[in-house]
């Protein structure tokens, strides 16, 4: 057996009148409710269609999306557990940043060493994905901060007797399937379109079958079924070329996009405007970007077919973008010139929320490790936000996408802005949102403590921000830092900001 085909032979199919088809377009094997569908649902086999017509029945936005999972799985039997920090360093050394809910678990719960905080339990665990970083702005849909729904079941098997740390099934691919397709219908999403396509998984000496679920154009789930391991001679060789045998443990492992979920709820253009619409506003008020009603319809349709833009599918961004103005009969440069700096805002406040995540977690921007990531994000988002015009400090941009975390060991926000902070919100004339400097005033945090670079040989603050009023470029600052050749941080002293 090779591609584990028998695994999805799941009741739960049979019995909910499911049928498994080829799709025409890919290739890849799925299971739906209509048995006429012909592809699988995925870009570029499909296009996003709940952009304008979502998908759900409630609007909802990040935390409601997030307190309707949790509590759907409460309700289901499963306790919620506070998610971990973004540093998977902090207990394991083979990862620096956690990209999966199931990082938390690894490798003690999962090998069954060590049982697990609670058996079934569901978490929203943020993570952070810098192989997406490319993709992130362009595909509307890509992040590279966003935080892993997850549902968890560790399972061993019952010849293995009490050899590990939790024993027995709790449940399996039947019933995660069914929680899936029950949450799913509840929020409103019409069951003949969801897609469930088989999709094995393999990765880090672990393997198993998997599904991804697809619904309007958007994966909106990934459910694996973590149950091989790697051996020689192993009965199961997978996509990687390699053999696997089953292991006694076997876990359930899924991943829920809050922000996808969100964003399906709400149908906007792209997933940024639907999870954190203040921070878009904003970055694009900003930087003087205006659309008529004509560019915003040709953004919205564009948007329809932005799914194509991903650089892990496209021959190169390109090309893809050439095909989407042929597509729409527009010239490719106008649509260039249109899409380019909005997909620029769109990274700029993925990436601040990132920092978010980095800071809160104690994560300090360096030269080795995930201070080393922090740092170049750090200088990513600085070359973009003066790319794209954005004069605003980071570091109040930072404190804007903190404010939507809803984590209280990750308040990154440092209170009041000081009385000679020249710099000021600049506010929509059609925005009814509060202000993120009020909102900063109103919170009840200590005093705002000045940025300041972390190497103790020099007190030079590490950012400067810009004169509003002029729009001046920022500068270095004005004091060279006094680094010693001893100093373990000079380069972030030394960081062009
Ligand atoms: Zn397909």
Redesign the pocket.
């Known amino acids: 057996m090779s591609d584990l085909v028998e695994e999805y032979q799941l009741d739960y199919f049979r019995e909910n009148g499911f049928s498994r088809s080829e799709?025409?377009?890919?290739?890849?094997h799925?299971w739906s409710r209509d048995p006429d569908r012909e592809?699988?649902?995925?870009p570029?086999?499909?296009t996003y269609d709940f952009i304008g017509d979502p998908g759900f029945d409630e609007e909802l936005t990040l935390g409601e999306t997030r307190e309707a999972f949790l509590s759907f799985f409460e309700e289901q039997g499963h306790e919620r557990i506070e998610p971990y920090p973004v540093a998977a360093n902090r207990w394991r050394d083979d990862v620096l940043l956690t990209q999966a809910s199931i990082y938390d678990f690894q490798p003690l719960v999962t090998s069954g060493e060590t049982p697990p905080p609670a058996n079934p339990l569901t978490v929203s665990q943020p993570c952070i994905r810098m192989q997406d970083i490319d993709n992130v702005g362009k595909t509307g849909r890509h992040t590279m901060a966003f935080e892993m729904m997850a549902h968890h079941a560790f399972n061993a098997r019952e010849e293995a007797g009490d050899e590990y740390a939790y024993s027995g099934e709790v449940y399996w691919k039947d019933q995660t399937v069914a929680y899936c397709d029950q949450l799913l219908t509840e929020m409103g999403a019409d069951p003949e379109g969801i897609t469930y396509?088989e999709d094995p998984w393999v990765g880090g000496g672990n393997a198993g079958p998997a599904i991804e679920v697809i619904y309007k154009g958007l994966e909106l789930a990934t459910l694996v079924f973590m149950s091989l391991e790697q051996d020689p001679d192993g009965e199961y060789e997978l996509k990687d070329g390699n053999t696997y045998s089953e292991m006694d443990t076997y876990v359930v492992d899924t991943g829920y996009g809050l922000e996808r979920w969100t964003w399906m709820s709400q149908g906007t253009p792209t997933v940024y405007e639907a999870v954190y619409p203040e921070a878009i506003a904003f970055l694009k008020e900003n930087a003087g970007i205006e659309l008529d009603d004509d560019e915003a319809d040709l953004v919205r349709r564009a948007s329809t077919l932005a799914g194509a833009m991903d650089i892990d599918e496209a021959e190169d961004m390109e090309t893809a973008r050439g095909d989407i103005a042929a597509e729409l009969g527009v010239p490719v440069d106008e649509l260039r010139d249109l899409m380019e700096p909005l997909e620029t805002i769109y990274a700029v406040a993925d990436h601040c929320r990132t920092m978010a995540y980095m800071f809160g977690d104690g994560i300090v921007p360096s030269n080795v490790g995930t201070g080393y990531l922090a740092r170049m994000v750090l200088r990513r988002t600085k070359r973009l936000v003066d790319e794209v015009g954005v004069d605003a400090p980071l570091d109040e941009l930072v404190d804007m996408q903190a404010e939507r975390l809803d984590y209280e060991n990750r308040d990154t926000t440092s209170g009041t802005p000081t009385p000679t902070s020249r710099f000021r919100w600049r506010r929509s004339s059609n925005c009814t949102t509060p202000t993120a400097s009020s909102r900063i005033r109103s919170r009840k945090s200590p005093p705002k403590k000045e940025p300041r670079c972390p190497c103790p040989t020099t007190s030079t603050r590490w950012w400067r921000p810009a004169t509003a009023a002029t729009g001046r470029r920022r500068r270095r600052p004005t004091t060279r830092p006094t680094a010693s050749p001893i100093c373990p941080r000079r380069i972030s002293c030394s960081t062009k900001t």
Do not use: A, H, M, N
């Open positions: 799709c025409v377009s890919c290739g890849d799925f592809t699988c649902g995925e570029p086999c499909e396509i």
